[in-house]
């Protein structure tokens, strides 16, 4: 089959958009303007092998695009106009970088003889994004030349497989246009035969090459080792809890469990899983008789100051199992990469039976300030904010996508995420750890996935409200858990909430804000929650469509107050 094309953008677009849809691309974010009018006819007739989602704020449209590509695995292609518009996505490309997810930029722009000349809607954008893409070039301008034509099909299959591997990121592509930019006749008269020319485009799915690895020797000489279980959004969470159950059930070492890892949410496969190290490591002389030896580390590390703090006093050898290129080690401690995913160590023949007192002692220790910990949330009827992660963890619907924001939420998250058997997929933004795009990147999470949550705080919220401008293209049902302290609660940890002035003002930034209004406006639902018992009631079954916002007050200055009080007492009893 032929098909004919009278426009040379027409053209380029064309081929642009049959060679990503070839390559397997499913979803494409579209910001509005003028100069990027080829690229968007082009994928607005793709549809429904490509959905075209329409976004009117480009910051917003980067994160949302951003949560499609954590949810979905794969590629999502973001497209804007020119100028200042591109700049919009450098939050959302940086977090790509830094949290490894896959993106292709397309900004349109203005040919080379419209720059540096007062055009108007012009700047530089090449090397926009600076080093932060795995790769980014600028496209040839528009032709009807076949080696050129060749040339483009070749590129963004190169941007493609670029945005994957050998580690996900974003690639930014710059495209110029010259007028006309609406598909209207400009005297070109084009045939192409789609079957010849895309031939050689397949779809693809790209991971680096699986390795199997033996467990090291000293692994198995080692009498005081432990797992560390870190912050990670794996793409197949029950395999990946397995193998890590497999490799402590093998070596007989505790799992230290990041709340932002699904490993506490496979619980009844890590029967040595310890959910409580942080508050555990706040009593010295548990953290003393505790000392490793040797450290496995998977995926990032955690949070936790008080386990970084602990790590580097006591300098164990630490091994780091990850498949990227990157240096997770913010300690720099004595640290061997095996750059291997956790599924490919061969664990299967190997079985040790001796490191059970260190073990125990984790365990044991485990125990009791789980203990502790229930019974004091369970004996709390005031709202306060750390109280709502370790209900949520109880809560929810199996297998619930959750967003958790930035600040306080990832670290109540990380003290009091409860284990449990629910396969909850925890996804957050921690690779530069900003409070931009909360909302956006969650509304993405749970386009067309089972009903979602988010946990957030309300300045984490209110950064990102023309996220609240996706609803009407929104496909699924977001519940948000809104802690409103009004104001930065995470800066009441920190030694210069003493100096007031100016903390209040500069630090703690109180927004005084009515969030019934708020979601009136976007008519989005609103339900301010009056007790835990009417928060619990909310969480399951969640609602199938629309946003929803259930709103919890709580004192800034009390949750404070608790933190400090409460954090390091837990633990402060227990003998092992």
């Not at 190169?158 to 006309?180: K, M, S």
């Not at 949410?265 to 000392?291: G, V």
């Not at 977001?478 to 030694?495: D, Q």
Request: charged fraction near 20%.
């Amino acid at each position: 089959m032929q098909i004919a094309l009278r426009n040379v953008n027409q053209v380029w677009a064309y081929i642009l958009t049959q060679t990503l849809k070839r390559l397997g691309l499913t979803c494409a974010v579209i910001c509005p303007g003028s100069r990027s009018t080829p690229l968007t006819v082009a994928f607005a007739q793709l549809a429904p092998d490509i959905e075209a989602i329409s976004i009117l704020d480009e910051r917003s449209a980067a994160f949302f695009a951003l949560g499609r590509a954590k949810a979905t695995g794969r590629p999502v292609v973001l497209v804007c106009t020119s100028g200042t518009a591109g700049a919009n996505f450098y939050p959302a490309v940086i977090e790509a970088k830094e949290s490894r997810v896959p993106l292709l930029i397309l900004t349109a722009d203005r040919p080379q003889e419209l720059r540096e000349c007062h055009s108007g809607q012009t700047i530089d954008q090449v090397r926009l994004y600076g080093n932060y893409p795995n790769w980014q070039a600028e496209l040839a301008l528009p032709s009807l030349d076949m080696g050129i034509l060749a040339y483009l099909r070749q590129t963004i299959i190169y941007g493609w497989e670029r945005c994957q591997a050998p580690t996900g990121g974003a690639v930014h592509l710059n495209i110029p246009f010259r007028d006309p930019l609406a598909p209207i006749p400009d005297g070109t008269d084009f045939t192409l035969h789609p079957e010849e020319f895309f031939a050689g485009v397949p779809i693809t799915h790209y991971q680096l090459p699986i390795t199997h690895y033996p467990i090291p020797e000293e692994w198995k000489e080692c009498k005081r080792g432990l797992i560390i279980a870190g912050v990670a959004q794996p793409r197949r969470p029950q395999e990946y809890c397995s193998a890590i159950a497999k490799l402590s059930q093998t070596l007989n070492w505790p799992i230290l469990a990041e709340g932002l890892s699904p490993v506490r949410n496979y619980a009844e496969l890590n029967p040595y899983l310890i959910s409580t190290y942080d508050l555990i490591l706040r009593n010295q002389q548990l953290a003393k008789q505790l000392t490793p030896e040797i450290v496995i580390q998977i995926g990032e590390m955690p949070t936790s100051k008080e386990l970084r703090t602990w790590i580097n006093a006591t300098q164990p050898r630490r091994w780091i199992i990850d498949n990227s290129d990157q240096n997770l080690d913010p300690l720099h401690g004595r640290t061997t990469y095996l750059r291997i995913s956790v599924e490919n160590l061969e664990t299967e023949r190997l079985e040790i039976t001796r490191n059970w007192e260190y073990l125990q002692k984790w365990c044991d220790a485990e125990t009791k300030v789980r203990k502790n910990i229930d019974d004091t949330f369970k004996n709390i009827e005031e709202l306060i904010e750390c109280k709502a992660a370790w209900l949520i963890s109880q809560n929810l619907p199996p297998e619930t996508p959750l967003f958790i924001a930035n600040s306080m939420p990832v670290r109540d998250v990380e003290f009091f995420w409860k284990p449990n058997n629910l396969k909850i997929n925890p996804y957050f933004n921690r690779g530069a750890n900003g409070i931009e795009g909360t909302l956006s990147t969650a509304l993405g999470i749970a386009h067309r996935q089972q009903s979602s949550v988010m946990l957030t705080g309300d300045l984490a919220l209110l950064h990102d409200t023309n996220g609240f401008l996706i609803r009407n293209k929104f496909v699924g049902h977001l519940t948000i858990i809104l802690i409103n302290n009004n104001g930065g609660g995470i800066f009441e940890m920190l030694p210069i909430a003493n100096f007031e002035p100016p903390f209040e003002e500069f630090f703690a930034t109180p927004q005084d804000i009515d969030f019934s209004q708020l979601c009136a406006t976007y008519n989005v639902q609103h339900e301010l929650i009056i007790s835990w018992q009417h928060l619990q009631q909310k969480l399951n079954p969640l609602p199938t469509t629309g946003i929803r916002v259930l709103e919890v007050r709580t004192n800034r200055k009390i949750d404070a107050k608790w933190r400090k009080e409460n954090l390091g007492n837990f633990a402060v009893d227990i003998r092992i």
